[in-house]
T-cell receptor, first 113, second 113 residues
Framework: GAGVSQSPSNKVTEKGKDVELRCDPI?????LYWYRQRLGQGLEFLIYFQGNSAPDKSGLPSDRFSAERTGESVSTLTIQRTQQEDSAVYLC???????????FGSGTRLTVV | GNSVTQMEGPVTLSEEAFLTINCTYT??????LFWYVQYPGEGLQLLLK?????DKGSNKGFEATYRKETTSFHLEKGSVQVSDSAVYFC????????????FGTGTRLQVTL
């Protein structure tokens, strides 16, 4: 597609439920990144995929968070047993090489109540 | 580890004023440096970049020069417009390959008539 597509755009969930967030990167972009942006804060790196392998998962905040990617296509970020502190905008970005810059999606706003 | 420090906002300017948003970094090796912009209600967009010392990135009237001696990448614009109102993020990557970006906390710019 023309841009990075994320779904859903908004998600309200009850504490303790599991959620899945989806990212469709730009076709041909081998690198895919997940970031989290809490209200009023900067971007927090979560995980990076090159193809379908994840050479850097260092940002995942706990074992409740996991992500996978199918080939050089769709990625899903799963949060199990959501907590209120998980409330944030989850951003996905894709790219070829970092120095060309990533292209970001519009994000999924997750609210845990 | 790598880090990026940006001046705190919000920055409020009148239209046609000169803009500087300071950014300094700490990194090993030779990072690439970026400015991203987030307009209200939109996703992050790459504004400009520089991949080596003394490079100047420029776009839409904005400029930033990679200063290795002062580890800085300050964003400047000679005459801001109301449409420049947004949040600006400084970022760096470890090297030119597809590694993660480390972002600053963002600086909100508000331009008034």
């Amino acid at each position: 597609g023309a841009g990075v597509s994320q779904s859903p755009s908004n998600k309200v969930t009850e504490k303790g439920k599991d959620v899945e967030l989806r990212c469709d990167p730009i076709s041909g972009h081998t690198a895919l990144y997940w970031y989290r942006q809490r209200l009023g804060q900067g971007l927090e790196f979560l995980i990076y995929f090159q193809g379908n392998s994840a050479p850097d998962k260092s940002g995942l905040p706990s074992d409740r968070f996991s992500a996978e990617r199918t080939g050089e296509s769709v990625s899903t970020l799963t949060i199990q047993r959501t907590q209120q502190e998980d409330s944030a905008v989850y951003l996905c970005a894709s790219g070829r090489l970092t120095f060309y810059g990533y292209t970001f999606g519009s994000g999924t706003r997750l609210t845990v109540v | 580890g790598n880090s990026v420090t940006q001046m705190e906002g919000p920055v409020t300017l009148s239209e046609e004023a000169f803009l500087t948003i300071n950014c300094t970094y700490t990194a090993t090796g030779y990072p690439s440096l970026f400015w991203y912009v987030q307009y209200p209600g939109e996703g992050l967009q790459l504004l400009l970049k520089a991949t080596k010392a003394d490079d100047k990135g420029s776009n839409k009237g904005f400029e930033a020069t990679y200063r290795k001696e002062t580890t800085s990448f300050h964003l400047e614009k000679g005459s801001v417009q109301v449409s420049d109102s947004a949040v600006y993020f400084c970022a760096l990557s470890d090297d030119g390959t597809a590694s993660k970006l480390t972002f600053g906390t963002g600086t909100r710019l508000q331009v008034t008539l």
